[in-house]
């Protein structure tokens, strides 16, 4: 059965540094591995997937990820983060053919100006 | 365009009542989601359509009924709900050309609340 970890509930950071949102997985097969992110009240907006090739994923807003096979890790990256980003962050998972997302619980984070 | 629209933004509604919500695409996606997000918790898959037809329906209880009229339409019918049902109701879609990496695209979701 596939699953995710997102091992921090909050992540707080200073606006201008740098960002990273981690990402554990769990699949018995080949994993398929998104993120996205959720604003209050608002749907969830789809950032960046993996799914073969560079390990190092770049998507929306300057947001990159990066994929590490041996340490089932898919850990979200921002160089600079504005206080714009101050959301609420879901990784997913799907394995091969799969419909079905499997969410991570979800990371608050929070830029202070 | 990767929009999926959903209708009505807000619902509020006695646990006697009948009400629907509705979703739309024009992506030309053949799978189309409903799911329900508690506050701070991730979604919840609920139901799951291919090709118009429910393919997967996650224990739903029966107070919630999916349709599918077409390609472009999904609904979720709502009746004698209870208060617990209040949350966020999104509706998602994906091409469903086969393979794993297909992304979904969300609504922004109705906001139910039952009283």
């Known amino acids: 059965a596939q699953s995710v970890a997102q091992p921090e509930d909050q992540v707080n950071v200073a606006e201008g540094n740098p960002l990273t949102v981690k990402c554990t997985y769990s699949v018995s097969g080949n994993p398929y591995l998104f993120w996205y992110v959720q604003y209050p009240n608002r749907g969830l907006q789809f950032l960046l997937k993996?799914?073969?090739?560079?390990?190092l994923v770049k998507g929306s807003y300057g947001f990159e990820a990066e994929f590490n096979k041996s340490q089932t890790s898919f850990h979200l990256k921002k160089p600079s983060a504005l206080v714009s980003d101050s959301a609420l962050y879901f990784c997913a998972v799907r394995e091969d053919y799969g419909q079905n997302f499997v969410f991570g619980p979800g990371t608050r984070l929070s830029v202070l100006p | 365009d990767t929009e999926v629209t959903q209708t009505p933004k807000h619902l509020v509604m006695g646990m006697t009542n009948k009400k629907s919500l509705k979703c739309e695409q024009h992506?030309?996606?053949?799978?189309m989601y409903w799911y329900k997000q508690k506050a701070k918790k991730p979604p919840e898959l609920m139901f799951v359509?291919?090709?118009?037809?429910?393919?997967i329906n996650e224990s739903v209880p029966s107070r919630f009924s999916p349709e599918c009229p077409n390609s472009s339409l999904l609904n979720l019918h709502l009746h004698a709900l209870q208060p617990e049902d209040s949350a966020l109701y999104l509706c998602?879609?994906?091409?469903?050309?086969?393979?794993?990496?297909?992304?979904?695209?969300f609504g922004p979701g109705t906001r139910l609340l039952v009283l």
């Open positions: 992506m030309g996606h053949r799978a």
């Open positions: 993996y799914i073969t090739g560079d390990n």
């Open positions: 998602a879609s994906s091409s469903n050309r086969g393979g794993g990496g297909e992304t979904q695209y």
């Open positions: 359509y291919s090709y118009e037809k429910l393919s």
